[in-house]
């Protein structure tokens, strides 16, 4: 768009001429959500009207409304066809079709990018931003003083750089799927995979910390695991979405795997990774799910996350199961299996607070606590939990003098956990670090959480 001539405004969405609005599909509150916007976007427009006719718009033309993302994949027409709200539908595919389409737009037509990916694979092909790009982007992002990225992608570990000559890279052991995992869609295997990506911008940003959201349990290879172990800017971090812990709706979903497959993945995960926290996701009712939600209560307490999503099924449109399958569970009986289901990662979860208890972590402060705004600091820990500790003057380790600061956004700070909660970790702060001094200074075993006292 800015090669177009378009230039980004940081104004509120009434001053802008175009607006973009990207879309998730996932859950239907997300999709609520969308129609709210679009709803406003609309009284945005009729206001315009409303105002020409009156002779007090300082604009010539109605804001454009774009829709982008998962929405506009799924429900192009009807999402065109509400009472002229949107102006423009595009689908991930041909993001760069856009300034085109806003042409068309401004001729009087409706702009829909007919390389829309088909119902049917539109979940399978993958498209990866090349290696270099993604440095570039991060060495920015250092230079205006990040120090955590997250990187992001539908299913983000099945990584595939095969952009320049890494496509003629022979395939190894990183290129195999997780035991006992399958994948639905053609598996690739030239080109550089998450590992290499991670690599690489673990070894050229010492400093800067690195997550990763949303991976697929089957592409977890050996070389990725050993990498988060080994390297102390990796978080030991790991969001493994099982959906359900019943191998038969397992199936019907078509996950790829089994209830055994995926806990033998989570004891792999935890031998190379030792104190590594694994969050995930869950669906209560699914279609045709019976008292098998009893086996999601079992998995749940079996594992022990340190965080889950768990949501009511609510079924899509144009996807496997709404062309398939009848959503038959009653909506009380999903609320109830949530319930219960939430109960019972409530009383897991607790323990993997309290066995934060009495070590030192290394904790990226985020900004003040809003329970206590004039005395405490709110960050996250190496495995994403929140950490609060009160806000002191502190010595700074890479500094040789003895003057202490406060800590200030951005900072990594040397905290020594005393207390937890089902979703919070408090502790004293001890004083600013560096990552490579905090790693430097503790032992191997203790990496992967920071060390005891």
């Given amino acids: 768009m800015k090669n177009a001539g378009h230039t980004e405004t940081v104004e509120v969405p009434e001053s802008a001429e175009i607006i973009f609005i990207n879309t998730c599909a996932i859950r239907d509150n997300a999709e609520q959500n969308v129609w709210q916007r679009l709803n406003y976007f609309w009284f945005l427009k009729r206001r315009w009207k409303n105002n020409i006719a009156n002779g007090r718009s300082l604009s010539l033309h109605p804001p454009k409304v774009v829709v982008l993302g998962c929405m506009a994949e799924r429900l192009k027409d009807k999402i065109l066809d509400a009472d002229k709200m949107v102006d423009v539908v595009c689908g991930p595919d041909a993001y760069r079709d856009l300034p085109r389409l806003l042409e068309e737009v401004d001729y009087g037509q409706k702009g829909i990018n007919t390389l829309l990916s088909l119902e049917d694979v539109c979940r399978c092909r993958e498209r990866s931003r090349p290696v270099e790009s993604i440095v570039k982007e991060v060495g920015e992002l250092w230079e205006q003083g990040v120090k955590e990225v997250t990187l992001l992608g539908q299913n983000v570990n099945s990584y595939n750089d095969a952009s320049g000559s890494e496509k003629d890279v022979e395939p190894g052991s990183n290129w195999e799927l997780s035991d006992g995992f399958k994948s639905m869609c053609k598996v690739k295997n030239m080109g550089l995979r ?11 940003f010492p400093e800067m910390r690195f997550r990763y959201t949303s991976p697929h349990p089957k592409d977890f290879p050996d070389e990725l ?26 199936e019907r979903m078509r996950r790829g795997y089994s209830r055994e497959a995926y806990l033998e993945l989570v004891q792999k995960i935890r031998k190379i990774i030792p104190d590594v926290a694994i969050t ?48 038959d569970v009653p909506e009380e009986i999903k609320k109830r299996r949530l319930t219960e289901l939430i109960k019972a990662f409530r009383e897991s979860t607790g323990q993997c607070y309290d066995s934060q208890i009495g070590t030192i972590q290394v904790v990226l402060v985020e900004g003040l606590n809003k329970r206590a705004l004039d005395t405490e600091l709110i960050g996250k820990s190496d495995k994403g939990h929140k950490v609060a500790f009160v806000n002191l003057p502190l010595l700074d380790r890479d500094n040789q003098t003895d003057k202490k600061r406060n800590p200030v956004i951005g900072d990594y700070v040397e905290v020594h956990i005393t207390k937890s909660s089902r979703a919070s970790l408090f502790g004293e702060a001890l004083a600013i670090t560096k990552l490579s001094t905090f790693y430097n200074n503790v032992d191997e075993p203790a990496i992967a959480c920071g060390t005891t006292s």
């Avoid at 172990?229 to 493994?240: A, E, M, P, Q, T």
């Avoid at 998995?299 to 959503?327: C, I, P, Q, W």
């Fill in 194 to 204: 998450f590992a290499d990506l991670l690599d690489r911008l673990s070894t050229e």
């Fill in 225 to 250: 695991l050993y990498l988060m172990h080994n390297r102390h800017n990796i978080c030991k971090s790991i969001h493994l979405p099982a959906q359900t812990g019943s191998t038969t709706v397992l």
């Fill in 280 to 327: 995930s996701d869950f669906i209560c009712g699914f279609c045709g799910e019976t008292e098998e939600h009893a086996d999601t209560l079992s998995l749940v307490k079996a594992v022990g996350y340190d965080m889950a999503y768990m949501f009511a099924y609510s079924m899509r449109e144009k996807t496997h199961a709404h062309r398939n399958y009848t959503d």
